[in-house]
Structure formats: C-alpha cells, structure tokens
C-alpha cells in the first residue's frame, strides 16, 4: 500500500535566549545583504502587529484536505510557528477560527500558509498571528488525502526546514538555519546600530546623498 502520510519527528526548538535576540532584528535589515530565506511578499500579515519569533514547525498539505493540520496541531509546543505549504492551491482556506483557538490554547506564537486563511474577525478577537495570501470562504475539510508533516517545504518561494528560526513581522517573513542564526543576529544589530547612527545625523542636518556616498557616485559621473 502506497503511504499517503509523511511523518517527521518535531523539531528541537531555537532557545529562547536567541530567539529574544532575533527578536531585536528586523528582516528589511537582513535583507540589504541576505538574498535566500524570505517568504513571498504575497504571504502577508492580516494585521499588524509586533515582531513574532519561534522555531519553524512545517507541514504541505493537498487542496481541500486539512486532516494532517489538525494532527499537527495536536502535538505543537509553546513557542513553535506552524509554516504551511499548500502545494499550490490558493482557493481553500486550511486556517480558521478553530484552528487558531487550538493553536494559541498550545502556545503556538504564529502561522504563516501560502494560501488563503478564513475567520479573520475570530483570528483578530483571539490576538492571533497569521501571515497568508488573502482570504477566502471556502474552506477544507477532513478528506484523508494525505500529507507530509515536518519535513522541507516550500513556503512563499522560500524552503523551510523544521526547527528553523523564524521572524516576522509587518514587513514580512524570514526563516533562518539555527546554525547561521547568531552571525545573522550580530550583522543584523550592528547594521541597525548604524543606520540608527546615519537618521540621527540626518535629523541634525546631513544630507542622505552624502552620507551614503550616492552624491559622489553622481558627481564622479
């Protein structure tokens, strides 16, 4: 008999410690040099909110069945951030008000599904955090089609891998390998130092052009 489930074992969670540090960066900060790991501007937020952080749970699951979802949200941890790949399907929403009550009840901190979502006013009401491709009322159902559960997915054109550290906030979504997280984090905060730096000289009276060097650039030509 051909398995229609792929289950993976959960993944070791990011420490908290990082996470709060991860928590200081913003991922338009990572992005002026990072070029790999950001979800599709397309998956956005539903509303906005603070920055979110957690350890990547990952699942891909087929048009209108969301049976392994509701698996999955049986043995998510606090701190995780369940990431959905919907194979390509943009019409059925796998993620509504129950689901979030189940989530936020077991201390899931976010969800992020390349697809569409429903319920926004209970998603809103719980103070839940979800990033998605819109809204739709029509929803999944419990079909038994089958699944793959943390394993590598693509999510918004980025690969996820299960225990990958993941902020995001209004801006958008990055997921991070744990083993690259802390070069990341010290880039990151020594490039928003410095841009906090440059606005504070801007606001005293430097000109921008000058300051990043664009001006000469034009002048030399």
């Not at 719980?126 to 009322?137: I, K, Y």
């Not at 918004?156 to 984090?185: F, M, R, Y």
């Amino acid at each position: 008999m051909v398995e229609r489930y792929k289950i993976g074992a959960f993944p070791e969670q990011v420490p908290a410690a990082k996470l709060e540090r991860l928590r200081q960066v913003e991922p338009a900060t990572v992005g002026h040099w990072r070029h790999w790991g950001f979800v599709s501007g397309a998956v956005a937020r539903l509303r906005r909110g603070p920055p979110v952080v957690g350890t990547a749970v990952t699942l891909a699951i087929p048009g209108e069945d969301s049976t392994l979802l509701h698996h999955l949200i049986a043995g998510v941890r606090p701190g995780d951030f369940v990431i959905i790949d919907r194979l390509g399907d943009h019409r059925y929403a796998c993620w509504g008000g129950g689901v979030t009550v189940a989530a936020k009840t077991a201390g899931v901190v976010g969800a992020a599904v390349d697809g569409p979502c429903t319920d926004i006013g209970e998603i809103e009401e719980l103070d839940f955090h979800v990033w998605c491709r819109g809204l739709s009322p029509v929803t999944t159902r419990l079909r038994d089609l089958g699944g793959a559960m943390n394993v590598p997915v693509s999510c918004g054109g980025a690969v996820v891998q299960p225990g990958d550290a993941v902020i995001a906030d209004d801006n958008g979504l990055l997921v991070i390998p744990p083993d690259e997280l802390d070069a990341v984090i010290e880039a990151a905060l020594e490039r928003q130092s410095r841009g906090a730096a440059r606005d504070a000289k801007i606001r005293a009276g430097a000109r921008l052009g000058e300051l990043s060097g664009a001006s000469a650039m034009v002048a030399r030509q």
